[in-house]
């Protein structure tokens, strides 16, 4: 079992940034795809970025690309985003999750795949 913790989110002014942190415990995560999600009022949670075990291979979701960054420490068993130019549309619970697998480069991006879930952050851009 995998236990996640987000924490930094926040209140922000559009065109601000946050770093977003999601903790893990109970097992390494360096055989896990890691990757962030968020989910809007009203709305269907999204994927967002996720990261290959090894770090060598990264996916975002074309309305974040070049304004989000994940990565990922496994020595100390946390991945981060960090969210750069930040806009009122990037308003919503943005959650940790994590992918058992075999195969150090892979990364996915669909919500069935991830086995593990912390319980979100919020993050709230004003305009």
């Known amino acids: 079992q995998v236990q996640l913790a987000e924490s930094g989110g926040g209140l922000v002014q559009a065109g601000g940034s946050l770093r977003l942190s999601c903790a893990a415990s109970g097992r390494t995560i360096s055989r896990y795809i890691m990757a962030w999600f968020r989910q809007a009022p009203g709305k269907e949670r999204d994927f967002v970025a996720a990261m290959s075990p090894s770090g060598g291979n990264t996916y975002y979701v074309d309305s974040v690309k070049g304004r989000f960054t994940i990565s990922r420490d496994n020595a100390k068993n946390t991945v981060y985003q960090q969210m750069n130019s930040l806009k009122p549309e990037d308003t919503a619970v943005y959650y940790c999750?994590?992918?058992?697998?075999?195969?150090?480069?892979?990364?996915?991006?669909?919500?069935?795949?991830?086995?593990?879930w912390g319980q979100g952050t919020q993050v709230t851009v004003s305009s």
């Open positions: 999750a994590a992918d058992l697998t075999l195969y150090q480069e892979k990364v996915a991006t669909t919500i069935s795949e991830y086995d593990y």
